[in-house]
């Protein structure tokens, strides 16, 4: 018998309004083999989630309900042996060169832009998705 946590990608969600929350984890979802995990409102509740939910993937937005997405980013940065070696990519408004330059900096593996991103971020996860066999 197989294992289903090792063909499972498993996200967390970091986005401060609730109603791209739902949007998003409808889309990802429906992409076989993905699990969103758990979802957050802001940088401490991320932190806190992050350390009980095992997670291959963080999506995270910069600008949250509460702190911020770059520290969320920090943490998993500077902090691997404590969360693991897991990718995180930035999906939000604010795509700046100086942002982007940023993101890179705390090892953010991709950058995606609200107003036009989505679709290359579900393509992102997709391509991200353990395959059987």
Same mark, same amino acid.
């Given at each position: 018998?197989?294992? +289903? $946590?090792?063909?499972? *990608?498993r996200?967390? /969600?970091?986005?401060? @309004?609730?109603l %791209?929350?739902?949007? &998003? $984890?409808? =889309? %990802?979802?429906e992409?076989?083999?993905? +699990?969103?995990?758990?979802?957050?409102?802001? =940088?401490?509740?991320?932190?806190? %989630? &992050?350390?009980?939910?095992?997670?291959?993937?963080?999506?995270?937005? /910069?600008? &949250? @309900?509460?702190?911020?997405? #770059?520290?969320? *980013?920090?943490? %998993?940065?500077?902090l691997?042996?404590? #969360?693991? $070696? *897991?990718h995180?990519?930035?999906?939000?408004?604010?795509?700046?060169?100086s942002?982007?330059?940023?993101c @890179?900096? /705390?090892?953010? !593996?991709? #950058? #995606?832009? +609200? !107003?036009?991103g $989505?679709?290359? &971020?579900?393509?992102?996860? =997709?391509r /991200?998705?353990? +395959?059987?066999?």
């Open positions: 018998m197989q294992d +289903k $946590t090792a063909e499972t *990608l996200i967390l /969600l970091v986005e401060d @309004s609730l %791209l929350q739902d949007m &998003l $984890t409808e =889309e %990802l979802e992409i076989p083999g993905v +699990k969103v995990c758990a979802r957050a409102t802001g =940088e401490q509740e991320a932190i806190e %989630l &992050l350390e009980v939910h095992p997670v291959d993937l963080a999506i995270v937005d /910069l600008e &949250l @309900s509460e702190g911020t997405g #770059f520290g969320v *980013l920090r943490q %998993l940065h500077s691997p042996e404590r #969360f693991g $070696t *897991l995180a990519v930035v999906f939000s408004s604010y795509g700046h060169l942002v982007r330059a940023r @890179s900096a /705390l090892g953010v !593996a991709a #950058f #995606f832009d +609200k !107003a036009v $989505t679709d290359a &971020l579900i393509d992102y996860v =997709e /991200l998705v353990p +395959k059987a066999g």
